[in-house]
């Protein structure tokens, strides 16, 4: 079993940049397959970025291709989150998930271990 723990969130402005990290406990980090999902108010939990558990493979929802940038430390059991040109409809709730697989999906039911979520606020 493994225990997330994301950080970073904040606020910002539109066009400003933040880093999320999800620092996992146990030794078996680099088994994991590592996802990112957001849920805004009102709205469903939606895919952002994954990574594969050896970090070559990364996936991303269309809305943030080109702006974010998922990677890995596996020495330090912590994957992250690069967030540029941050946009108000970026705004939500952050979550990191992992599965003990070596692959990058993007769907959430792939995912069943789920951190308690940081929040980021982009303000226009």
């Known amino acids: 079993q493994v225990q997330l723990v994301e950080s970073g969130g904040g606020l910002v402005q539109a066009g400003g940049s933040l880093r999320l990290s999800c620092a996992a406990s146990g030794r078996t980090f680099s088994t994991y397959a590592m996802g990112w999902f957001r849920q805004a108010p009102g709205k469903e939990r939606e895919f952002v970025a994954a990574?594969?558990?050896?970090?070559?493979?990364?996936n991303y929802a269309d809305s943030v291709q080109g702006r974010f940038t998922i990677s890995r430390d596996n020495a330090k059991s912590t994957v992250y989150l690069r967030m540029n040109s941050l946009e108000p409809e970026d705004t939500a709730v952050y979550y990191c998930?992992?599965?003990?697989?070596?692959?990058?999906?993007?769907?959430?039911?792939?995912?069943?271990?789920w951190g308690q979520g940081t929040q980021v606020t982009v303000s226009s």
């Open positions: 998930a992992a599965r003990p697989n070596p692959s990058a999906y993007m769907s959430e039911n792939f995912y069943n271990y």
């Open positions: 990574i594969s558990r050896s970090g070559s493979v990364t």
